[in-house]
């Protein structure tokens, strides 16, 4: 009993003295754990008579009990206190700006071709799409680019490994191709754009092998050149946001169009400065002519019945252009420099409104 004593008391101030969990839990192992000197003493009761054994029994457990809670009581406390010290010493300014959270921005293509779409979806065209991967037929024969057409050489085309001449499979060299998909499937009347990927075999700082284009079509039994002028007009005005945009039409030359017109806008280049929509200079930016009626039967499409007008650019030069990139290869550099500098913001509304 004596020694049961001293043991409760020598625990207990170890206890009260334990500065840290740390320390408690040490003091519960070498009392409580499977050697600890309680767990000890209670082996023994096995060799005890019955009488003797009951009387130690009871007090053992009292004592392992009564440690347990008492560990238990000044763990809880420390708990408690070491929080508190920590909420003393610690604090929280809560006038401190935000951390930055890091930010992706929209590719200048991407944000191009939001606008285009934006700006012709205003004026009735819904956007049509076709496989990169293409066959000859849709990307030359059927656009009156039969296969010894001098307009073939121009296009550098990648002709991919395999397929016999006839059936032979291309990356498109343009996103003409998709006129022919919908004419074939679609009733006129016709009012698509496609904006989408391109390939050709050409590298410097204004070619790409792969670049996009915008390509349009519009069907109807009356659609007539003053439709194409005023779409086009109106879409040049619309993108440059300049509003009296001077926009001239030069008689041009596409096999899938007749009559053809390539389209200039008005600029500047003086003084090494170059602007657009002043000055009496011009500067190419698309291809466009009144579909060839030779297309529209190709597609089984009756061509004394109706007639349509197309036209293609590049995204690349629009953004170009209208952003002052210089070069176009830096558009597929993936450097996050150049894309925090040209990129635009998730929220940023597209500047197309301005000409709508
Ligand atoms: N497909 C032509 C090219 O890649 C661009 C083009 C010109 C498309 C005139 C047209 C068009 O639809 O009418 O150079």
């Not at 003493?41 to 009564?66: C, I, V, W």
């Not at 169009?257 to 200079?281: L, N, Q, Y």
């Not at 993936?334 to 940023?348: I, K, T, V």
Request: proline share 6%; aromatic share 8%; hydrophobic share 35%.
């Amino acid at each position: 009993m004596k020694e049961l004593e001293t043991l409760r008391s020598e625990l207990m101030s170890a206890v009260e003295k334990a500065g840290s969990l740390d320390d408690l839990e040490k003091i519960r192992v070498s009392a409580l754990g499977k050697k600890g000197r309680i767990t000890e003493l209670m082996k023994g009761l096995g060799g005890m008579d019955p009488d003797s054994r009951k009387q130690a029994g009871q007090s053992l457990n009292a004592l392992k009990a009564e440690i347990a809670d008492a560990i238990e009581a000044k763990k809880r406390a420390s708990a408690d206190s070491e929080l508190e010290a920590r909420l003393a010493r610690e604090s929280v300014d809560v006038t401190l700006p935000v951390r930055p959270e890091s930010e992706g921005y929209i590719h200048p293509i991407s944000q191009t071709i939001d606008e285009v779409v934006a700006i012709l979806g205003e004026m009735g065209l819904g956007v049509a799409e076709g496989p990169d991967i293409e066959d000859d037929w849709h990307n030359f024969t059927a656009l009156n680019i039969p296969p010894d057409h001098p307009a073939r050489q121009e296009h550098d085309t990648f002709y991919l490994p395999g397929a016999g001449d006839d059936d032979r499979l291309v990356l498109r060299t343009h996103t003409s191709p998709v006129q022919i998909r919908t004419m074939m499937t679609a009733e006129p009347p016709i009012r698509i754009i496609v904006p989408g990927r391109t390939y050709r075999c050409d590298y410097d700082a204004t070619h790409s092998p792969m670049f996009h284009q915008v390509e349009g079509l519009v069907v109807d039994e009356t659609t007539h050149m003053g439709h194409l002028k005023g779409c086009i007009i109106d879409f040049c005005r619309a993108f440059f946001d300049v509003d009296d945009l001077p926009v001239r039409f030069r008689p041009s030359y596409f096999p899938f169009t007749e009559p053809s017109a390539e389209v200039d806008i008005g600029c500047t280049r003086e003084g090494g400065e170059f602007r657009i929509g002043h000055g009496d200079d011009w500067l190419e930016i698309l291809g466009s002519g009144m579909v060839n009626a030779k297309v529209l039967e190709n597609c089984n499409i009756d061509s004394t019945k109706y007639q349509g007008f197309a036209f293609g650019m590049g995204i690349e030069r629009l953004a170009m252009l209208k952003y002052g990139i210089p070069d176009l290869r830096t558009f597929y550099e993936s450097d996050l420099r150049w894309l925090r500098h040209y990129g635009f913001g998730a929220l940023q509304v597209p500047s197309m409104v301005g000409g709508l």
